[in-house]
């Protein structure tokens, strides 16, 4: 098992995050172990789209700055780079704070607007991804993400971010190719094994909490960041520091196998499973969501979208992306208290036939 660091940090200022940073580091081997002189290191932010730093949706501008001093202290260089899921990817660095970074560093900001196929043999469900083609060109990479909850995956961090090596709307797509949890995980381990970054530095400083992340959720304040070679790793040891604290994580409800007729397992699915719902009182009408929306669940009898839950395969794109926070996961309830009951009769059941087998 690959070894993974936790150090605390208080603040964004400078000094304390060198220091942090480099602690966490060293206690793995020390940053030489990863980045040798000369290499061209690609440092993979987390730039959700157009969102300013205290909102705790991006990796922080001085984190980023942090990481970029210390790569070219051991003689890389580092370059920057992401892709948004539709924002303009400009100014969406610019309003972040990444260009204001790597202008004052003298660092490039590359943008993932070009794809290569990659073939991936290994891979259990893809055997190839489209990648940028940017992230191709590193002799290094260096995963810098943002710790917060996700409405599909329950956290996303380090294995979550990678997906931002696949540009743009192209990540819609592969939405549709894996509609459930389940298999979207699968890929999202699938595309580790062809974008595997050497070296994951999460920023965990600041996270988001709340059934609302990755985007839309609270702001909270966590005091660590973590660091590992292994991005499977580094996304438990930050998930076990905070399950016992106050940290709000998303209660994700059980996927589901519905027997029986076509018709009622749509029915039963659409009552019981979560779903977006739009806030009308903050929705623009802006149309972004039907964009991202490549199930094509999403129509416009009205100004408000009307969303075809039959079609929907919980991906929730359109949350993510809808820059107003007007849609959000609907969770009812009913369905809460159903499972919470179920999962309780099974923890009784399971103790039950502990005590009979003594």
Request: one cysteine or more.
């Given at each position: 098992?690959?070894?993974?660091?936790?150090?605390?940090?208080?603040?964004?200022?400078?000094?304390?995050?060198?220091?942090?940073?480099?602690?966490?580091?060293?206690?793995?081997?020390?940053?030489?172990?990863?980045?040798?002189?000369?290499q061209?290191?690609?440092?993979k932010v987390n730039m959700l789209g157009a969102h300013h730093p205290d909102k705790a949706v991006t990796t922080h501008p001085e984190f980023l700055r942090a990481v970029i001093k210390l790569v070219k202290e051991v003689g890389g260089t580092p370059f920057v780079g992401d892709s948004p899921g539709f924002d303009n990817a400009k100014k969406s660095a610019?309003?972040?704070?990444?260009?204001?970074?790597?202008?004052?560093?003298?660092?490039?900001?590359?943008?993932?607007?070009?794809?290569?196929e990659v073939k991936n043999p290994n891979g259990k469900r893809f055997k190839s991804f489209q990648i940028a083609k940017a992230v191709l060109d590193a002799d290094v990479i260096i995963n810098l993400p943002k710790f917060k909850t996700h409405g599909l995956t329950g956290i996303t961090c380090a294995v979550k971010n990678m997906f931002g090596c696949v540009p743009g709307l192209l990540?819609?797509?592969?939405?549709?190719?894996?509609?459930t949890r389940k298999e979207f995980n699968i890929m999202l381990l699938d595309l580790?094994?062809?974008v595997k970054p050497a070296l994951n530095i999460v920023d965990a400083v600041v996270g988001?909490?709340?059934?609302?992340?990755?985007?839309?959720?609270?702001?909270?304040?966590?005091?660590?960041?973590?660091?590992?070679?292994?991005?499977?790793?580094?996304?438990?040891?930050?998930?076990?520091?905070?399950?016992?604290?106050?940290?709000?994580?998303?209660?994700?409800?059980?996927?589901?196998?519905v027997p029986g007729p076509?018709?009622?397992?749509?029915?039963?699915?659409?009552?019981?499973?979560?779903?977006?719902?739009?806030?009308?009182?903050k929705c623009t009408s802006c149309k972004i969501c039907g964009k991202v929306c490549k199930s094509q669940a999403i129509s416009y009898p009205s100004k408000y979208p009307k969303f075809d839950y039959n079609k929907c395969i919980r991906c929730f794109c359109c949350a993510e992306m809808c820059?107003?926070?007007?849609?959000?996961?609907?969770?009812?309830?009913?369905?809460?208290?159903?499972?919470?009951?179920?999962?309780?009769?099974?923890?009784?059941?399971a103790s039950l036939s502990g005590r009979n087998e003594k």
């Amino acid at each position: 098992m690959q070894k993974v660091s936790l150090s605390k940090c208080s603040t964004y200022q400078e000094s304390e995050l060198l220091s942090s940073i480099k602690k966490s580091l060293d206690l793995i081997g020390g940053l030489p172990s990863f980045v040798k002189p000369g290499q061209k290191v690609l440092l993979k932010v987390n730039m959700l789209g157009a969102h300013h730093p205290d909102k705790a949706v991006t990796t922080h501008p001085e984190f980023l700055r942090a990481v970029i001093k210390l790569v070219k202290e051991v003689g890389g260089t580092p370059f920057v780079g992401d892709s948004p899921g539709f924002d303009n990817a400009k100014k969406s660095a610019e309003v972040c704070g990444y260009l204001k970074v790597c202008s004052e560093e003298r660092v490039p900001f590359v943008y993932f607007n070009e794809s290569a196929e990659v073939k991936n043999p290994n891979g259990k469900r893809f055997k190839s991804f489209q990648i940028a083609k940017a992230v191709l060109d590193a002799d290094v990479i260096i995963n810098l993400p943002k710790f917060k909850t996700h409405g599909l995956t329950g956290i996303t961090c380090a294995v979550k971010n990678m997906f931002g090596c696949v540009p743009g709307l192209l990540k819609s797509e592969y939405h549709v190719k894996v509609p459930t949890r389940k298999e979207f995980n699968i890929m999202l381990l699938d595309l580790l094994e062809v974008v595997k970054p050497a070296l994951n530095i999460v920023d965990a400083v600041v996270g988001m909490e709340g059934e609302n992340g990755p985007h839309a959720g609270d702001p909270k304040f966590i005091g660590l960041i973590a660091v590992s070679a292994d991005a499977e790793v580094v996304d438990q040891a930050l998930y076990d520091a905070v399950a016992d604290t106050d940290f709000k994580l998303v209660k994700l409800l059980p996927e589901i196998v519905v027997p029986g007729p076509s018709f009622v397992r749509k029915i039963v699915r659409s009552f019981l499973l979560e779903k977006p719902v739009v806030k009308k009182k903050k929705c623009t009408s802006c149309k972004i969501c039907g964009k991202v929306c490549k199930s094509q669940a999403i129509s416009y009898p009205s100004k408000y979208p009307k969303f075809d839950y039959n079609k929907c395969i919980r991906c929730f794109c359109c949350a993510e992306m809808c820059p107003e926070h007007a849609i959000f996961v609907s969770r009812s309830r009913f369905t809460r208290f159903l499972f919470s009951t179920i999962s309780r009769l099974q923890e009784l059941r399971a103790s039950l036939s502990g005590r009979n087998e003594k």
